[in-house]
């Protein structure tokens, strides 16, 4: 049975893009070590609406780390201290009593704040609507015989495929670089015959969204790799320019 604990919480409040935030503090009492770092957030927010102040306002979706929403950066960490965890895999039995736990949004010229620690991150939408996508024939389907894939092939791209499109890559480098999201959206197309139609064609425009829409450049820190809850790899970036610079000499 985990412990109960006692800790400061301070968040970061922000009432739109353009507005200037602050932190807001809260002592936090006897919070059960089993509650998930989300369900913590709900007791804060019950406080706040039952003492007539405004709940803090944050994302989250399906609490169970696939769909990427949850977007916190806690103790100077994407997601907070568990490495390969989302925000909501995230435990308070990770801190400790008389812990100060500082929550602030995703930092990243390219993801706006909404308000508090909710980003937009439509961003990444618009790099996956240039090219994150196979073109689907319809009509008869094709035989599966036809389209063999290499078991090793299939367990990479799946590796690759399993990125939720969070944000903590671009959260954790000091570039603000989304490279490690777009190698791993390319890659999972690349590495099976059904994304080599377009993979010319993908690469470039993803590239070039990205830029347009004010990410930064890759210089290797690797921060972003350390800090994915997915445990993506940025052999996956070597991956992305290796298809670009194809994709040049093609052209
Ligand atoms: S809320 Fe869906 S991954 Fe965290």
């Not at 405004?54 to 769909?67: A, M």
């Not at 480098?173 to 999201?181: E, I, P, T, V, Y």
């Not at 790799?225 to 093609?250: D, M, T, V």
């Amino acid at each position: 049975m985990d412990k109960n604990i006692n800790f400061t919480l301070k968040v970061w409040r922000q009432n739109g893009p353009k507005a200037k935030g602050h932190f807001d503090t809260f002592e936090m009492k006897d919070i059960p070590g089993d509650t998930s770092f989300l369900e913590m957030l709900d007791i804060l927010n019950e406080q706040l609406i039952e003492s007539g102040n405004e709940p803090f306002v944050f994302d989250h979706d399906c609490r169970e780390g696939i769909c990427g929403m949850c977007s916190l950066y806690i103790n100077g960490h994407p997601h907070g201290p568990a490495t390969g965890a989302t925000t909501c895999q995230l435990y308070m039995r990770r801190f400790n009593d008389g812990d100060v736990i500082t929550v602030e949004p995703w930092r990243s010229a390219a993801f706006p704040v909404i308000k508090d620690c909710m980003v937009d991150r439509g961003a990444f939408d618009k790099i996956i609507q240039a090219g994150g996508y196979t073109t689907v024939r319809t009509g008869q389907p094709q035989d599966a015989n036809a389209i063999l894939i290499p078991k090793e092939a299939a367990d990479e791209a799946m590796d690759c495929a399993t990125c939720i499109g969070c944000g903590a890559c671009v959260a954790a480098c000091k570039n603000g670089s989304a490279m490690l999201f777009v190698s791993s959206k390319v890659s999972q197309l690349a590495l099976l015959p059904q994304g080599l139609p377009e993979a010319a064609k993908r690469a470039k425009a993803m590239v070039m969204t990205m830029d347009e829409l004010g990410f930064g450049n890759c210089t290797n820190t690797r921060a972003c790799e350390a800090e994915c809850p997915k445990n993506e790899s940025i052999a996956n970036i070597a991956r992305l320019n290796r298809e670009f610079i194809s994709a040049k000499l093609a052209d």
